[in-house]
C-alpha cells in the first residue's frame, strides 16, 4: 500500500515540473508583449514647407560602451575630440540609453526614435535571431534608402540582422566573441580610407566593439582601455580630416556615440548610472558657426552626466531634420534644440518644431484615445505648472496653437521665440509621457501563467508535505524561508540585495545546525530519541558547524554584489590586486586540492595517476596564461608572472581546448577502470566522486581566477557538513541555500549587467550561440552547479526512498519562487522600476526555474526519476 502511494506522488512531482515552463511560457507571452513598430515610411504632410537639409551625408560611428566619461573626462584618451569640442567642430552631449542597456534594444532606439521592447534583452543574445528586424519599419535609414541613396555598413553585425539588405557594401562581426580586443576593430578600420574617397553613398555606419570587449574582460580601469580610446580618437582624426579635404564630404555630418555604457565591472544590460550614460557628439565644420564656449575636458557634473543629457530617441528626429528627412513614424525623440541655429529663418525653425510635434501628437492620440488635444476641450486658463504630464501636454498643446494663430492673422515675427518655447515644452513633456507609459501587458496569459504554476505547487505539495512532516525543524525552516522569500519579491530595494537576504538565511541555518549537533548525546540517551555519536565524531561535528560559519562569512565580503553595495572593498577585486602572491598561492593550492582528490579516488594504473596530473597542470596552466592575458593586473607583481611569459606564445583557445580535452578524458577513464577487473589489492574508481573532482576542475577554468580559492572554502564546507549526518530533507535545504548563497559569493546579482562574458568563449575559435550559452550558464552559475554535485555526494549513504524527496522539495521550491516572481510582477506592473528590476529579476528566476532547475539539479538526479 505504502509503493502503491509513492507512486502517485512521484508522477505528480514530474507533472509539476512538466508544469513549470509551460506556466512560465504562458507568463512570459504576456508579460513580453512583443509589438511590431508601425509599417511605413513617414512623409511631409506638407513637402513644399519642409525645411531646407543643413547636410547630405552621414557617417555615423558607434563605439560599443562608450562611456560619457571615456570621452570628455580628464582620463579620456579622445584627445583630437576633446580639441573638435573646443574649436566648436564638435557639439557634445549625454545620451540617455533607458534600460535595457545593450545593443540591440539601443540600435533601435537610434535608428526608430521609439523605445525597445525589453524582450530585445533576449533577442540580443539570440545571434541568429531575425523576428527583430526592422527592414519594414521606418527609421532614418529607410528614408535615405526610399530616396535611393545608397548605404555602406562596417562592424557589428547586429545592425545586418536589423536591416537585412539595406546596404550596398557590408562586413559584419559578431558582437558577442569579447575575447578579441583587436581584429573586431582592425575589420572595421580597414575598410575606412577606401571607403571615404568613394562619392556613391549617403550613409557611412561603423560599428566598433573593441571597447566593450575590453570591459567585459578586465573593466573599464583596464590597461587596455586607453590605449583602445586613443585608436577610436584616431579613428575621428581620419575621418574629420577627409571631412575638410575631401570635397565631396563638405557637406557630411559625422556622429560619433556609444550604444550605452558600462558599469564598475565592465558589464552593461541594467540602469546604473555608468551603463546608461554614453557619448554623443555631431562633428561638422559647419557648427563652428553656432559655435558656444566649451571647455574639454571637464569635470563630471553629476553621475557621468557631462554637458547637457539628451534621450538617445532623439538622435532620430535630429538626424533626420538635418539630412531633410521626415521624422520615423514610430520616433518618440525630440529634436535637439541646440541645432535649430542652422537654420536662419525663424520660420523653418518653427515648421521642423511643428512636424516634430504633430509626429509626437499623433502618437499621444493613439494611446490616451479618451483625452482631446482640441482647443474647445482644453479649459481656458490651463495651468503649465500641473503635475499631470498629459494635462500639461494638453495645455502646451493649445498654447503653441494659439500663438500660430496669432503669428498668421497679426504678422507678428516677434512671437517666434515664445512659439519656439511652447513647441519644445509640448515635445519634452510628450516624450515623457510616452516613454514612461506601461507596456500593454494581457493579464489573460498573466493570470494562466500564476494559476498553472500554483497547480504545480499543488502537484508537488502531497511529496512535500510528506516529507516535512518526517523532519519538522527543517520543514518549518524551509517553509518560513519560502514565505520570506516571497514578501521580499515585491520590494525593489530588497529585490536589488537580494544577496542579503541568503546570506542572512544560511547565517540562520548555520545556527540551526550547531543546535541540532550540540543535541547529540555521547551515549544513548534513556528515551532513546537523540542518536548516539562517538565523541571524537561528536567533537568534529561541533567544530564543522564553527567551521561552516566561518567560511560563510569570509564568502559573503568575496564578491560585493547588487546596487547599493556594489563599489564596496572586497576580497576579489580590493585585496587580490594588491596581494597577488596570496592570490595565487591559494590558486595553486585550489589545483593541487582537486588533483590529490582526482589520485586518491582514481585506479592505482600509472596512466591514470600520470592522467591527472597532467590535466590538472593543464588546466592550470590555461587559467595562468588566461589571466596573464586578459587580467595583467593580477600578475604583474606575483612570483608566477615569469612562467606566464614563457607560456605565452601559445594561444588561450588551444590551451582552453586541451584541459577540457583532459577533463573529458578523466570521465571516460573513470569508466573504463570502473568496468576492469583488476587484482584483489588495486584500489576501485568513484565514478560519482571523480565525476565530482572533473566538474570542479571543469568550473575552475570557467570561474574567474580571484573566484578560484572559492572552490577551497566550499570543499571545507563540503567536509563540515559531511560530519553532521543530515538527512535528506536537511542535505535538500542546504543544497538550496548553498546554491543561491554560493550564486552571490561568485558575484552574481539580478541585474543583467553581472553577467559575466569573460570565460563565455574558452576554447570557441568562433561564435556558436550553444556553446557560448553553456559556457556561460556554466560561468555564472559555477557556484551552484557545483553545489549541486556535491549534494549527490552528501546523499550517497542514504538510502533510495530518502534520497527522492530530494525532487520534491526542489520541485516545491522553484514553483513556489516562480509564483512569488509572477506575482509581484503582475501586481507592481506600473511601478516605476518594473523594467530595471522586477523585469530582470523575471529573467534570472526563469533561468533558476528552467537551465538550473532541469540541466543541473533534475539531470543530476535522473536516476531517481526512473522507476
Known sequence: MTRMAAVPAKWLVLIAN??????????????????????????????????????????????????????????????????????????????????????????????????????????????????????????????????????IMYGDDTWLKLFPGMFSRAEGTTSFFVSDFTEVDTNVTRHIPGELIQDDWSAFIMHYLGLDHIGHKAGPQSSYMIPKQHEMDSIVTQVYGAMEREPHLESTLFI??????????????????????????????????????????????????????????????????????????????????????????????????????KQLLRTLKEAYPAYSFEQDSVPAKCCPNTQDNLEKAQCAWTQAQELLRQRESTGERDIQAEIEQALLLFLEVSQKVMSSSASNYDLRYLSLGICVTSVAILFALPATYKALLRYQHPGLFLMASILSYGAMMFASSYVEEEQQFWYWIFTGW??????????????????????????????????????????????????QTGQKFAAEPDIARSYFPS??????????????????????????????????????????????????????????????????????????????RLAMSGIVILLLLSALFTKAKGKSSMKRVSPSTVAHESLALFLMTQSRVTNVPIFLILRLQLRALASMDLTSVEIAVTSLFMQYTTFFAFGGSNAISSIDL?????????????????????????????????????RSRLPRGEAQTHISLLTFFVASTVLSVMAACTILRTHLFIWTVFSPKYLYTVSWAIIHHFAANLLREVDLLLP
Open 18 to 151: 512538466i508544469l513549470i515552463p509551460i506556466a512560465i511560457l504562458a507568463f512570459s507571452l504576456g508579460f513580453f508583449p512583443y509589438k511590431p513598430l508601425i509599417p511605413g515610411l513617414a512623409a511631409f504632410a506638407e513637402p513644399h514647407n519642409a525645411p531646407p537639409k543643413v547636410f547630405d551625408k552621414v557617417i555615423f560611428m558607434v563605439v560599443d560602451a562608450l562611456r560619457s566619461d571615456f570621452v570628455y573626462s580628464n582620463n579620456s584618451g579622445f584627445l583630437y575630440t576633446q580639441s573638435l569640442i573646443r574649436s566648436g567642430a564638435a557639439v557634445p552631449f549625454t545620451a540617455y540609453a533607458g534600460s535595457p542597456t545593450v545593443t540591440m534594444p539601443r540600435l533601435k532606439a537610434m535608428t526608430t526614435g521609439s523605445v525597445p521592447s525589453f524582450l530585445d534583452v533576449i533577442l540580443n543574445v539570440a545571434e541568429s535571431d531575425t523576428s527583430s528586424t526592422l527592414a519594414y519599419q521606418d527609421t532614418w535609414l529607410a528614408q535615405l534608402r526610399a530616396k535611393g541613396e545608397q548605404l
Open 256 to 357: 560619433l556615440c556609444g550604444d550605452h555604457g558600462m558599469n564598475d565591472a565592465g558589464n552593461h544590460g541594467g540602469s546604473s548610472a555608468g551603463e546608461t550614460s554614453p557619448a554623443l557628439l555631431f562633428i561638422s565644420p559647419k557648427f563652428e558657426a553656432i559655435k558656444a564656449d566649451r571647455e574639454s575636458p571637464v569635470d563630471v557634473i553629476n553621475e557621468l552626466k557631462y554637458y547637457r543629457v539628451v534621450d538617445q530617441t532623439d538622435i532620430a528626429p535630429t538626424l533626420a531634420g538635418l539630412l531633410g528627412l521626415p521624422i520615423p513614424l514610430n520616433s518618440l525623440g525630440v529634436f535637439i534644440p541646440e541645432f535649430l541655429d542652422m537654420w536662419h529663418l525663424g520660420s523653418q525653425r518653427i515648421q521642423l518644431l511643428l512636424e516634430n510635434s
Open 510 to 559: 548555520t545556527f540551526y545546525l550547531h543546535v541540532r549537533s550540540s543535541r547529540f548525546r555521547r551515549s544513548p540517551p534513556a528515551t532513546g530519541g537523540e542518536k548516539a555519536l562517538p565523541s571524537s565524531t561528536y567533537v568534529l561535528t561541533i567544530l564543522g558547524a564553527a567551521m561552516l560559519a566561518v567560511s560563510h562569512r569570509v564568502l559573503r565580503r568575496w564578491n
Open 579 to 656: 596581494h597577488q602572491g596570496i592570490l595565487w598561492t591559494l590558486v595553486v593550492l585550489s589545483y593541487a586540492d582537486i588533483h590529490l582528490h582526482l589520485v586518491d579516488n582514481f585506479s592505482s594504473f600509472p596512466i591514470s595517476q600520470l592522467a591527472c596530473l597532467i590535466v590538472t597542470i593543464t588546466a592550470f596552466t590555461f587559467k595562468l596564461v588566461f589571466a596573464a592575458s586578459e587580467s595583467p593586473e593580477l600578475i604583474s607583481e606575483s612570483p608566477v608572472r615569469h612562467v606566464a611569459i614563457m607560456l605565452n606564445g601559445i594561444p588561450l583557445v588551444l590551451y582552453a
Open 758 to 794: 569573460s570565460n563565455a568563449y574558452n576554447g570557441i575559435g568562433n561564435y556558436n550561440v550553444i556553446l557560448v550559452g553553456i559556457l556561460t550558464y556554466v560561468g555564472n552559475w559555477a557556484g551552484p552547479i557545483w553545489w549541486v554535485s556535491a549534494t549527490k555526494l552528501l
